[in-house]
């Protein structure tokens, strides 16, 4: 087992134990709600844009397995977009998935998931991780919070959940990471430079991190959240600090 595996199978761990805590927490009434997705494996070759979102969404319709085997097989396989693969799958999350893949070739139609950049098709990759890794129904704000305090002063998920993140950062050391939402957001900040999030905001990005990533924080980029002149600064914004 080389470095970068060994790396990632201790972020599975990690995952896998805080999702078998929060099904003993939570039975009997969430376990048929509550799934897990494991962050993607490393691929041996560098990520140039890794976009961090809260948590797996449990409206979309995507078969989650049930075992840790099947779970990390399923992490290494999903195709986030169901125009990656030759096949459609029965399960996707284009919804989802599909809208980030768009502001990605925004900035660079190069840019492609996995199974587009390993059959020659991109030449540049974007990967998808979660700041949460369990499955919550993000429509319900009481849902999150079953899961973890964002607002807490101490919350021990969200303190396992940034080291979990942390840990992804030192393995997959991406070109550029942009959150997707207000909790990713905070998250990289708070791992990035070990200070709490100050109000207001002023800051937009970071450049120069021990992950050797330029960071850009966002709202979320689905066109109901974020508007056109919104999103047209931020593919500014990236565009002029990072040539691809």
């Avoid at 805590?21 to 890794?50: C, H």
């Avoid at 990656?84 to 502001?103: C, K, V």
């Avoid at 849902?143 to 393995?171: F, H, R, T, Y």
């Avoid at 991406?174 to 999030?197: D, H, M, Q, Y």
């Amino acid at each position: 087992m080389n470095t970068s595996e060994d790396q990632y199978r201790r972020i599975c761990d990690e995952v896998w134990a805080l999702y078998q805590a929060q099904l003993d927490k939570e039975k009997p009434r969430w376990n048929r709600k509550r799934q897990v997705l494991l962050p993607p494996p490393p691929r041996g070759r560098g990520i140039d844009l890794l976009v961090v979102g809260i948590s797996p969404s449990q409206a979309a319709p995507v078969a989650y397995a049930a075992d840790r085997e099947s779970a990390q097989r399923f992490a290494r396989e999903f195709e986030y977009v169901s125009q990656a693969g030759t096949r459609r799958p029965r399960y996707s999350n284009d919804a989802y998935y599909g809208p980030l893949l768009e502001f990605a070739r925004r900035l660079d139609d190069r840019f492609g998931v996995w199974p587009q950049v390993s059959a020659g098709e991109r030449a540049l990759l974007v990967e998808f991780t979660d700041a949460l890794h369990v499955a919550t129904d993000h429509r319900f704000a009481d849902d999150l919070l079953n899961v973890m305090n964002p607002q807490a002063e101490s919350c021990p998920i969200c303190a396992k959940c940034k080291g979990i993140l942390e840990a992804e950062l030192l393995l997959y050391r991406p070109k550029v990471v942009l959150c997707n939402g207000r909790l990713p957001s905070k998250f990289l900040w708070e791992i990035c430079t070990a200070r709490r999030v100050e109000r207001p905001v002023n800051e937009t990005m970071l450049t120069g991190t021990r992950f050797g990533s330029k960071v850009h924080f966002s709202g979320y980029l689905d066109r109901k959240w974020m508007d056109g002149y919104s999103r047209a600064r931020l593919l500014r914004e990236i565009r002029e600090n990072t040539p691809f």
